[in-house]
């Protein structure tokens, strides 16, 4: 029986034209041969390139002698190719050249240890890697490497190549953690992103003499907006320098020196950003004076981040914060949230669905009123393909709407309620899913991880949050031996990212356990810490 209300039911009346029928990277391309001296990418100065910039149409030709060569080596639709580069003109050059060839790109980050690249790499069928002269050596033995600091590669035809890949065929594919101990590839089509675009071109219109900075690592969905919206529109992107994206002045000084319009921020991010600026009101209205809007997504968004942001960038230079929320299964955002033009909240909305996405409550098998909590589950054009290789876990988190013939949704596992004007407000997660800095964390992969390490016999970790910006993954370990926590901290390098290696280790005797057997994470013990959370 469907519960939901007439103004509920019309939140979900979000159809609207989109251009289903292009890829990607087509809009770039038209753009590109109106105005190819505009400024599309605008950076580090790149010693291969002798510039820090790139016009739109050297760009596109650049890129158009990446697909070439591509295609001559077989690569195209239904293909997946790996790229390895830091923020870069050459990571443009290279995501944009995979696309034109037909293929979907894989994002791989240098940071990732070289076990859990070379899985990635395996598990996605991955013919040939991407790379540049900061990267090259990174790249694991056995794989086919393209080299994007190769000037015999830029000797090619710079012509648009035809159309290769159809709007259902994949763009790209990221990985996330998994609760299994491997991470998983979701499996997002062209069609999706150009959908996500043109709500977002709608709703909050750029064109050129926008800039936008593209800080958030590629290996992250948020990436995706960053990386293709500006280039539909004949705005600019600016490239922050590399691991910027975690030092306040680096970010004031891509906006001041760039006149960037459009960013994003982590909320936890957004907290230390707002920090720094608080201490140096001077540099707001000579540093951000550009800013027009910013958004901000992959935590919960607080009314303090809210109330500070007006009070220290709105106040002062007219920008907007928007908070956005979406799983990397639903291509980045499904739903968006205007925050006011001053003061406060007390509560800060996830939002409505975007154009052509829906969205459900659920509970027990039934659809929740206004005010109820349940599982929030997401429909629409959005929605992933699914997991690579993982028809049980696609089969899984995709499942029949049975309220609504022939419509897939997806199960995001986030808990949500209707408020009253129509808007969901996120309540937490049913799993043990977390996300620090807006990397989405599977807990379960981190233990199945420790539980590895020789003389440890049970453990569970779990995120505490002391402060708005600091958010500690602790690990509590039972171990037949005295707890070595350096020599822990290097074992599980060698196969999880530096941002899933706890911040703490604690010993205990047992982990406590529910009356049904699980791990009573309630009962864990406060961690000790010879100083306070930092």
């Known amino acids: 029986m469907l519960l939901v209300s007439n103004d509920l039911s019309a939140v979900n009346r979000t159809e609207w034209p989109y251009s289903d029928g292009v890829g990607l990277h087509q809009r770039f391309e038209d753009q590109a041969g109106r105005h190819p001296e505009a400024l599309a990418v605008v950076g580090e100065i790149d010693p291969f390139w002798s510039s820090d910039s790139l016009t739109y149409g050297r760009l596109n030709a650049a890129a158009n002698q990446v697909a070439v060569r591509l295609r001559r080596q077989g690569i195209g639709p239904g293909q997946i190719v790996g790229i390895l580069t830091e923020r870069s003109l050459a ?19 240098t940071d990732d240890p070289i076990e859990r690249v070379e899985f990635v790499l395996r598990d996605a069928a991955v013919a040939l890697l991407l790379v540049h002269s900061p990267t090259a050596a990174r790249a694991p033995a056995g794989v086919s490497v393209l080299h994007l600091d190769d000037a015999g590669l830029y000797t090619g035809p710079e012509e648009n190549l ?151 960038i709105g106040q002062a230079v007219g920008a907007r914060l928007t908070n956005l929320y979406g799983p990397t299964e639903a291509t ?132 505490k949050r002391y402060t708005e910006s600091i958010i500690l993954l602790v690990a509590y370990v039972a171990t037949v031996a005295p707890l070595d926590r350096e020599a822990m901290k290097r074992e599980l390098r060698a196969t999880l990212p530096e941002y899933m290696i706890p911040n703490h280790f604690e010993r205990v005797a047992a982990i406590p356990l529910t009356a049904s057997g699980k791990a009573d994470r309630r009962a864990l013990p406060e961690p000790v810490f010879a100083s306070p959370p930092a």
């Open 91 to 109: 990571m443009m050059v290279g995501i944009f050249g995979i696309l034109k060839a037909g293929a979907a790109y894989l994002p791989l980050s």
């Open 162 to 312: 035809s159309p290769a890949a159809g709007p259902r065929d994949l763009a790209y594919v990221i990985y996330t953690s998994g609760s299994t101990g491997k991470p998983k590839g979701v499996l997002i089509e062209h069609h999706a992103v150009v959908n996500r675009l043109e709500w977002m071109q709608r709703a909050y219109p750029i064109g050129p003499g926008d800039v936008v900075l593209q800080k958030t690592p590629y290996t992250f969905d948020v990436s995706v907006w960053e990386l293709f919206w500006w280039a539909r529109e004949g705005a600019t992107l600016s490239l922050l320098r590399s691991k910027g994206e975690r030092m306040p002045q680096a970010i004031v000084e891509a906006v001041r020196r760039h006149r960037v319009t459009v960013m994003h921020f982590v909320p936890s991010m957004l907290a230390v950003f707002l920090e720094y600026v608080a201490g140096r009101p001077e540099r707001i209205s000579a540093g951000l004076g550009s800013l027009r809007r910013v958004f901000a997504s992959g935590e919960a968004l607080s009314g303090v981040h809210v109330g500070k942001f007006n009070a220290l």
């Open 332 to 463: 980045v955002d499904a739903t968006y949230f205007d925050s006011p033009a001053a003061g406060s909240l007390e509560i800060v909305p996830i939002g409505r669905p975007i154009q052509n996405l829906r969205a459900y409550v659920v509970a027990d098998g039934r659809v929740m009123g206004q005010g109820e909590t349940g599982e929030l589950c997401l429909a629409g054009v959005g929605l992933a393909r699914g997991y690579l290789n993982r028809p049980e876990l696609t089969a899984e988190r995709f499942v029949e709407n049975t309220l609504v013939p022939n419509e897939r949704v997806y199960r995001t596992g986030d808990l949500v309620r209707w408020l009253p004007d129509g808007n969901l407000e996120y309540l937490g997660r049913e799993d043990h899913q977390v996300k620090i800095r807006g990397l989405r964390i599977e807990l379960g992969e981190i233990e199945n991880c420790l539980r590895a390490l020789p003389d440890v016999t049970d453990c569970a970790v779990v995120a």
